[in-house]
C-alpha cells in the first residue's frame, strides 16, 4: 500500500483495516497526531486528508484516498502556520495532548471558513475534548488566526 | 522502600513527639538534608552545585523534580531556579532528574492531617513538621495536592541562589576579584571591568567547592519572572506537535504491547485462552501478568486486536458488583461502629434540631469519578539482567523505583526511572499499576524495549476512581439566618486504599479525606457539627484533582445554600455573614463585586448560583450563571475569585482556574463510574463525555494576592463549582438536585 504523508510517499506492507493513525505512530513514527480514545469520539488523532480534517483512529488506511497532512506538516517550530502562532499567543496548552488533533482542525476550519462566527467555531471544534479545558482559550486562539490571515 | 514500613513506624513516633511541642533529636536529625543525588555519576567538568542545578561545560541544566502533567510545573520549577541563577529558562536544559529523597516533597502531608490547611496554631504547625519529616524520611518525591509552589517557592530560589553564588566564588578565585564585586547576567559572571565568563566555562572550579550557603533571596523589586506574565517552557513544542510525551518514545528495536487485567479491580484471573491471539498477525508473545495477561507485538494496535481475541475467566473481587449494592453499602454505614471522625461540633446541634418545628433534611450523593486523562496510561520498559529503565510519566517516581526492585529483584540504585512529561493526570499517575504491568512484560523480552499502551477502554476500566461519597445533612435557620447544620458523610476512606497500594503507611488518625470541604470551611454557623463515618472498601479508589473537597464541596455548599434559602436570605449576603475568615470574606465581597450580584433570580430566564470552599488554603469562591434555553440549561458565565498570597504568573494562573472550572462543572453536568457485574459500563468517552467547546462559560477570574502563604491553584478551582451551578439550577428552576451527575435530573444545552 502506498501512501503520501506530509508530502513524502511511504510503502507500507500493512493489513489495510489497519487505521491510519497506527500506520503514523507505530509505523512510521510519525508522533504528533494522538491516540485518545481509538473511536473518533475525541480528536486527538485528527490529521487532514486532502484539507479535510479526518478522525485518523477511525479511517482504515486501505480506505485513504488523498493526501495526509500531520500536525508536523502543518508547520514546524522554525516555520510556523498561523494557527501555530496563534496557539503560541494565547499560550493556549495546558497538557497539550489533544492539541495537535485541535489545531488540525482549526486549521482545517479557517482553510475553508476564514471568518467563522463563534457558533461555527463552536461546531468545528465540539468534537475535539480537551480534558484540561483550554476551550476558552482555543476560541481566542482561532479568532487571533482568523485575524492573521486577513492580514496576509 | 524495603524498609519503609519499619522508618515509618519510627518516624510517626518522633513526628508525634514534635506535635506535642517537645523536639526530638531525632526530629532535628532528620531534619537534614539528604545528600545531593547529582553527585553521585558525574562526569569529569561537571559540577552539580545544588540538587536542582547542573553545569557541564555544555551549559546548565536545571532539575525540576515534580511532574508535569500540563500544569505548568516544569516552567514553574525552572522560572523560580533561575530569577536567583539569573539565567533564562528558555535557554537552558530542564531535567526532571532522577527519583531521589532529596526532591522530598515538604506540603505533600498537609491535607491528609486534621487540621485546616489555613490553620497556623502550635498543634497544626506540629503536625505540619511531623508531615514533613515523615515525607523527608520516606523520599515522598510526590506531586500533588497543588503543593509544587508551596514546597518549591523559597526552596528552589534557594538553590537558584547558592549556585549562583558558587559560580561566582569559582570566578572570584580564578581573577582574584572578590565574590561580591562581581556580578552575574544570562548564565555569565561579570567582572568589574566588564569582562564576563560563562557559567559553562566555570563549571571544574565550581565542581571543587564547597557550595557558598549563605546567601540571601533577592527583594521582590529585583524580580524579573515572578509576577509577571510568563512564557512557558514548553509552548513551542506543544503548539507544533513536536512535545514527546511518555506514549511518543520509540526507542530502536521496541515491540509494542497492550494488557487486559480483570476488569472488577482487585479481581484476580482464573484461565485464559490465547489460543486464537497466539496465530494473529504481528504477534511476539503473550504474557500472563498480576491479574490479568498481556500481548507483545510488532504494533499496538495489533496487540490491541489480539487482547480482545484473549477468552478470559476472572474471579470477583470482594465488593458488591453493581452501583446498587455499592450504595446500599454507604447506606448502611451511619452507625456507631463505623463512626470515624468528628473534627467539627461547634454550639449544640442536637439542641437546635429538637429546638425546631421545622429542621430540614437531605441526602447528597456524589459518584465515583475517573480521571481519564487525554493520554492513556503506558510506560517503555527495557530490562536486562544488570538493570531496568523504564521510561513513563510518574507523579510518585520513588515510589516505583522501589515496587520495581522488589518486582525484578535488582537493587533499588539499578532502576531508572526516565520521567516523561505527562498528557493530563488529575492523579491518574499517583499509582504506578500500568508500569508495574509493563515492567512484567519486559521481563518476558530481555535487552528488548517494550512499550506498553493501555487501550481507552482499559483504561477506563482500571483508573482507580474517586470514591462514591452519601452524606445525610440536617439543619434549621432562625430568623432569616441559618442557626444550625450537621453533616453526617460515609465514604471509604481514599487514603487506606491508596496508600495501601503504594505500599506506604496509611496516615494515622481519622480519614480526612472523606470530610475535608465540610468541616474546615470558614463559616460560623451557630451550631455546625461534621460526623465521618468510615464504609468498608470496595473499588480501589485514588486521589483525584482536588481530592476529598471535589465531591464535598458539594455536599457542603449546595447543602448551606439550601438551608440560605430555608431562611429566605439572599445566598451571598448570608455566606458573607457567616465568613469568620478575613481572606475568605475578602474574596466573597470581591465576587460581590465583580459579579454585580444582585441576587439569584436575574429575570425569568436567568439565574445565578455561589459557593465557596477553602481547600488547600486557597479561599476560592465562584458565581455560576445560568440561563433556560429551549435546547436545555446553559451555563453563560463563571466569575470566580480566590486568594493564592501571591499568583507567580499570570497565564498559567487563570489558565489553572478555567481549566478546573471547565473540569469541575464538566464531570458534574454529566460524568459518572457506574458498575455492572464490577466493571465500569462507562468504557470510552461517549458515556463520560465531561465539558465540550459549545458548553464552556465564559470565566472571569480574578486572584487577590492578600499576602499570606504562596498557595497552589491546580486543586482549589474544582470544588465549589459543583454547587455554584446546582445553586443556579435551584434558582432558575426551584428543583434541588442532591445528586451527581446533574443530567440525570435536568437536560444541559
Ligand atoms: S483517538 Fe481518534 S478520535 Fe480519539
Ligand atoms: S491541553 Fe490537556 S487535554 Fe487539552
Same mark, same amino acid.
Given at each position: 500500500m502506498q501512501l503520501t504523508i506530509n508530502s513524502n510517499r511511504y510503502d507500507l506492507d500493512v493489513e489495510p483495516e489497519m487505521p491510519l493513525l497506527w500506520v503514523l505512530r507505530d509505523e512510521l513514527g510519525i508522533s504528533g497526531p494522538k491516540y485518545g480514545c481509538g473511536a473518533g469520539l475525541c480528536g486527538a488523532c485528527t490529521v487532514h486528508i486532502d484539507g479535510t480534517a479526518v478522525r485518523s483512529c477511525s479511517i482504515n488506511a486501505g480506505e485513504v484516498r488523498g493526501s495526509i497532512t500531520t500536525i508536523e506538516g502543518l508547520g514546524t517550530p522554525a516555520n510556523l502556520h498561523v494557527v501555530q502562532q496563534a496557539w503560541i499567543e494565547h499560550q493556549v496548552a495546558q497538557c497539550g495532548y489533544c492539541q495537535s488533533g485541535q489545531m488540525m482542525t482549526a486549521a482545517a476550519l479557517l482553510s475553508k471558513t476564514p471568518d467563522p462566527s463563534d457558533s461555527e467555531i463552536a461546531d468545528a471544534m465540539d468534537g475535539n475534548l480537551c480534558r484540561c479545558g483550554t476551550y476558552t482559550r482555543i476560541h481566542s486562539a482561532v479568532k487571533t488566526a482568523a485575524q492573521m490571515m486577513k492580514g496576509k | 522502600?524495603?524498609?519503609?514500613?519499619?522508618?515509618?513506624?519510627?518516624?510517626?513516633?518522633?513526628?508525634?513527639? =514534635?506535635?506535642?511541642?517537645? #523536639?526530638?533529636?531525632?526530629?532535628? *536529625?532528620?531534619?537534614?538534608? $539528604? @545528600? +545531593? /543525588?547529582?553527585?553521585?555519576?558525574?562526569?569529569?567538568?561537571?559540577?552539580?552545585?545544588?540538587?536542582?542545578?547542573?553545569?557541564?561545560?555544555?551549559?546548565?541544566?536545571?532539575?525540576?523534580?515534580?511532574?508535569?502533567?500540563?500544569?505548568?510545573?516544569?516552567?514553574?520549577?525552572?522560572?523560580?531556579? =533561575?530569577?536567583?541563577?539569573? #539565567?533564562?529558562?528558555?535557554?537552558? *536544559?530542564?531535567?526532571?532528574? $532522577? @527519583? +531521589? /529523597?532529596?526532591?522530598?516533597?515538604?506540603?505533600?502531608?498537609?491535607?491528609?492531617?486534621?487540621?485546616?490547611?489555613?490553620?497556623?496554631?502550635?498543634?497544626?504547625?506540629?503536625?505540619?513538621?511531623?508531615?514533613?519529616?515523615?515525607?523527608?524520611?520516606?523520599?515522598?518525591?510526590?506531586?500533588?495536592?497543588?503543593?509544587?509552589?508551596?514546597?518549591?517557592?523559597?526552596?528552589? *530560589?534557594?538553590?537558584?541562589?547558592?549556585?549562583?553564588?558558587?559560580?561566582?566564588?569559582?570566578?572570584?578565585?580564578?581573577?582574584?576579584?572578590?565574590?561580591?564585586?562581581?556580578?552575574?547576567?544570562?548564565?555569565?559572571?561579570?567582572?568589574?571591568?566588564?569582562?564576563?565568563?560563562?557559567?559553562?566555562?566555570?563549571a571544574v572550579e565550581a565542581a571543587q567547592l564547597a557550595p557558598v550557603t549563605d546567601v540571601t533571596l533577592r527583594p521582590e523589586q529585583e524580580w524579573r519572572y515572578i509576577g509577571k506574565k510568563m512564557r512557558r517552557i514548553d509552548i513551542v513544542a506543544k503548539s507544533t506537535g513536536t512535545q514527546q510525551y511518555g506514549i511518543d518514545i520509540r526507542p530502536d528495536r521496541v515491540v509494542y504491547a497492550t494488557v487486559r487485567a480483570n476488569p472488577g479491580l482487585g479481581g484476580t484471573i482464573k484461565r485464559y485462552d490465547a489460543s486464537g491471539a497466539e496465530k494473529m498477525r504481528g504477534v511476539k508473545k503473550i504474557v500472563p501478568i498480576k491479574d490479568g495477561v498481556g500481548v507483545i507485538a510488532d504494533n499496538t494496535w495489533r496487540a490491541f486486536q489480539a487482547a480482545a481475541a484473549i477468552k478470559i475467566e476472572w474471579n470477583d473481587p470482594p465488593y458488591p458488583a453493581d452501583s446498587a449494592g455499592m450504595w446500599k453499602v454507604l447506606e448502611n454505614s451511619f452507625s456507631k461502629d463505623l463512626l470515624d471522625s468528628r473534627l467539627r461540633n461547634d454550639g449544640d446541634v442536637e439542641k437546635a434540631l429538637t429546638g425546631s418545628s421545622k429542621p430540614i433534611e437531605a441526602e447528597y450523593r456524589t459518584p465515583y469519578l475517573a480521571h481519564a486523562p487525554l493520554e492513556p496510561m503506558n510506560a517503555v520498559v527495557l530490562y536486562t539482567k544488570e538493570r531496568l529503565d523504564i521510561w513513563t510519566g510518574t507523579q510518585i517516581p520513588v515510589f516505583l523505583q522501589g515496587h520495581a526492585a522488589k518486582l525484578t529483584q535488582l537493587p533499588e540504585e539499578k532502576i531508572y526511572v526516565h520521567a516523561q512529561p505527562i498528557g493530563g493526570s488529575f492523579g491518574a499517575r499517583l499509582d504506578d499499576t500500568y508500569a508495574l504491568q509493563a515492567i512484567e512484560l519486559a521481563m518476558a523480552m530481555e535487552g528488548v524495549p517494550v512499550k506498553m499502551t493501555w487501550s481507552r477502554e482499559e483504561n477506563m476500566g482500571h483508573d482507580y476512581p474517586r470514591p462514591i461519597q452519601l452524606s445525610r445533612a440536617k439543619g434549621t435557620v432562625r430568623e432569616g439566618m441559618v442557626e444550625s447544620m450537621s453533616i453526617d458523610m460515609a465514604g471509604q476512606s481514599m487514603g487506606a486504599s491508596w496508600f495501601n497500594r503504594l505500599q506506604a503507611p496509611v496516615p494515622p488518625g481519622p480519614d480526612t479525606s472523606s470530610v475535608n470541604g465540610i468541616w474546615d470551611q470558614p463559616f460560623a454557623i451557630p451550631n455546625f457539627r461534621v460526623t465521618g463515618y468510615r464504609a468498608k472498601e470496595m473499588v480501589p479508589v485514588s486521589p483525584w484533582r482536588s481530592v476529598g473537597a471535589s465531591g464535598n464541596g458539594f455536599h457542603h455548599g449546595s447543602f448551606l445554600d439550601e438551608l440560605i434559602h430555608a431562611a429566605g436570605a439572599d445566598p451571598m449576603a448570608e455566606l458573607i455573614r457567616l465568613?469568620?475568615?478575613?481572606?475568605?470574606?475578602?474574596?466573597?465581597?470581591?465576587?460581590?463585586?465583580?459579579?454585580?450580584?444582585?441576587?439569584?433570580?436575574?429575570?425569568?430566564?436567568?439565574?445565578?448560583?455561589?459557593?465557596?470552599?477553602?481547600?488547600?488554603?486557597?479561599?476560592?469562591?465562584?458565581?455560576?450563571?445560568?440561563?433556560?434555553?429551549?435546547?436545555?440549561?446553559?451555563?453563560?458565565?463563571?466569575?470566580?475569585?480566590?486568594?493564592?498570597?501571591?499568583?507567580?504568573?499570570?497565564?498559567?494562573?487563570?489558565?489553572?482556574?478555567?481549566?478546573?472550572?471547565?473540569?469541575?462543572?464538566?464531570?458534574?453536568?454529566?460524568?459518572?463510574?457506574?458498575?455492572?457485574?464490577?466493571?465500569?459500563?462507562?468504557?470510552?468517552?461517549?458515556?463520560?463525555?465531561?465539558?465540550?467547546?459549545?458548553?464552556?462559560?465564559?470565566?472571569?477570574?480574578?486572584?487577590?494576592?492578600?499576602?499570606?502563604?504562596?498557595?497552589?491553584?491546580?486543586?482549589?478551582?474544582?470544588?465549589?463549582?459543583?454547587?455554584?451551578?446546582?445553586?443556579?439550577?435551584?434558582?432558575?428552576?426551584?428543583?434541588?438536585?442532591?445528586?451527581?451527575?446533574?443530567?440525570?435530573?435536568?437536560?444541559?444545552?
Open positions: - | 522502600m524495603a524498609r519503609l514500613k519499619t522508618i515509618a513506624r519510627r518516624t510517626f513516633l518522633i513526628g508525634s513527639a =514534635a506535635i506535642a511541642g517537645g #523536639v526530638a533529636f531525632g526530629y532535628y *536529625r532528620l531534619r537534614q538534608d $539528604p @545528600p +545531593n /543525588p547529582l553527585l553521585k555519576g558525574l562526569k569529569a567538568g561537571e559540577a552539580a552545585i545544588t540538587p536542582y542545578v547542573r553545569v557541564d561545560a555544555k551549559g546548565v541544566t536545571l532539575i525540576t523534580p515534580r511532574a508535569d502533567k500540563g500544569q505548568g510545573s516544569y516552567s514553574i520549577q525552572a522560572h523560580l531556579i =533561575a530569577e536567583e541563577l539569573d #539565567v533564562d529558562p528558555h535557554e537552558v *536544559r530542564i531535567d526532571p532528574g $532522577p @527519583p +531521589n /529523597p532529596a526532591y522530598f516533597n515538604s506540603r505533600i502531608m498537609d491535607d491528609s492531617l486534621p487540621f485546616t490547611t489555613i490553620d497556623d496554631g502550635i498543634m497544626a504547625r506540629g503536625a505540619r513538621g511531623g508531615g514533613e519529616v515523615l515525607s523527608r524520611v520516606l523520599g515522598m518525591q510526590i506531586t500533588g495536592g497543588s503543593s509544587t509552589v508551596p514546597d518549591g517557592y523559597r526552596k528552589l *530560589r534557594m538553590a537558584g541562589a547558592v549556585a549562583r553564588e558558587t559560580l561566582k566564588e569559582a570566578a572570584a578565585r580564578r581573577s582574584g576579584v572578590s565574590r561580591s564585586q562581581l556580578k552575574t547576567k544570562d548564565g555569565q559572571v561579570i567582572l568589574p571591568d566588564g569582562k564576563s565568563v560563562t557559567y559553562a566555562e566555570l465568613c469568620n475568615h478575613e481572606p475568605s470574606k475578602k474574596v466573597l465581597h470581591t465576587l460581590r463585586d465583580v459579579s454585580a450580584w444582585k441576587g439569584s433570580r436575574i429575570d425569568d430566564r436567568r439565574a445565578r448560583g455561589v459557593a465557596l470552599t477553602l481547600s488547600f488554603g486557597v479561599p476560592m469562591a465562584q458565581v455560576v450563571e445560568v440561563s433556560d434555553t429551549p435546547q436545555g440549561i446553559k451555563i453563560d458565565k463563571v466569575y470566580a475569585v480566590c486568594d493564592v498570597g501571591r499568583i507567580l504568573d499570570p497565564v498559567n494562573f487563570e489558565a489553572q482556574v478555567r481549566g478546573g472550572i471547565i473540569w469541575a462543572l464538566g464531570h458534574a453536568m454529566n460524568c459518572e463510574l457506574t458498575y455492572e457485574k464490577f466493571a465500569p459500563v462507562q468504557t470510552n468517552f461517549h458515556l463520560f463525555e465531561a465539558m465540550r467547546f459549545h458548553q464552556a462559560p465564559d470565566i472571569i477570574v480574578k486572584g487577590l494576592e492578600l499576602g499570606g502563604e504562596v498557595r497552589g491553584i491546580g486543586e482549589p478551582p474544582v470544588p465549589p463549582a459543583a454547587p455554584a451551578l446546582a445553586n443556579a439550577i435551584f434558582a432558575l428552576t426551584g428543583k434541588r438536585v442532591r445528586e451527581l451527575p446533574l443530567n440525570k435530573s435536568v437536560n444541559f444545552a
